[in-house]
T-cell receptor, first 113, second 117 residues
Framework: KNEVEQSPQNLTAQEGEFITINCSYS?????LHWLQQHPGGGIVSLFM???GKKKHGRLIATINIQEKHSSLHITASHPRDSAVYICAVRWGTANFGNEKLTFGTGTRLTIIP | NAGVMQNPRHLVRRRGQEARLRCSPMKGHSHVYWYRQLPEEGLKFMVYLQKENIIDESGMPKERFSAEFPKEGPSILRIQQVVRGDSAAYFCASSPETGGREYTEAFFGQGTRLTVV
């Protein structure tokens, strides 16, 4: 069964701390997304990765294809980073054009001032 | 360039009524995906549509649920005879046509929160 697992499920940290959220998946993928969802809010795409590393502001996403693992890092965390972070994958068998995603259950991050 | 637009944002229906959720994709996007997020659960794929075609409906419940994406107008997710278990957030995402040449990013709407009372 194709699965996506995230850890931790919940994470509480002090403002300024370095945050790491992990995602692992069971079989080959063609792309991995990191998404952000605020309570009662919409879903924002943070990164799409198929290899290597991407950086945007204080956010860094890495992926290791051989180990089937990705991490999302937040440097100098801030209370406004508090949200649910979701890992989602497009399986390697998907055809071009089909962006159907399978999601992890999310990591609820709370940053305390 | 407006993003993916979903309406209504909140919808309350009594058991047995019909719910219609609308999704207008980003300008230039011809692929639409519907996802459901049940309370305290992760997002699950429901259906993938292109203009006038259902491409993948492997995540759609077999009964009461249907989706369409007509040549003109928004994509519609329709739920007939709603039950309490249909209460969830329904998200739409869109992506552009690539001619089968590449993978692209999907852009999500704000979601419609359906409450069945």
């Amino acid at each position: 069964k194709n699965e996506v697992e995230q850890s931790p499920q919940n994470l509480t940290a002090q403002e300024g701390e370095f945050i790491t959220i992990n995602c692992s998946y069971s079989v080959g993928i063609s792309a991995l997304h990191w998404l952000q969802q605020h309570p009662g809010g919409g879903i924002v795409s943070l990164f799409m990765l198929s290899s290597g590393k991407k950086k945007h502001g204080r956010l860094i996403a890495t992926i290791n294809i051989q180990e089937k693992h990705s991490s999302l890092h937040i440097t100098a965390s801030h209370p406004r980073d508090s949200a649910v972070y979701i890992c989602a994958v497009r399986w390697g068998t998907a055809n071009f054009g089909n962006e159907k995603l399978t999601f992890g259950t999310g990591t609820r991050l709370t940053i305390i001032p | 360039n407006a993003g993916v637009m979903q309406n209504p944002r909140h919808l309350v229906r009594r058991r047995g009524q019909e719910a219609r959720l609308r999704c207008s994709p980003m300008k230039g996007h011809s692929h639409v995906y519907w996802y459901r997020q049940l309370p305290e659960e992760g997002l699950k794929f429901m259906v993938y549509l292109q203009k006038e075609n259902i491409i993948d409906e492997s995540g759609m419940p077999k009964e009461r649920f249907s989706a369409e994406f007509p040549k003109e107008g928004p994509s519609i997710l329709r739920i007939q005879q709603v039950v309490r278990g249909d209460s969830a957030a329904y998200f739409c995402a869109s992506s552009p046509e690539t001619g089968g040449r590449e993978y692209t990013e999907a852009f999500f709407g704000q979601g419609t929160r359906l409450t069945v009372v």
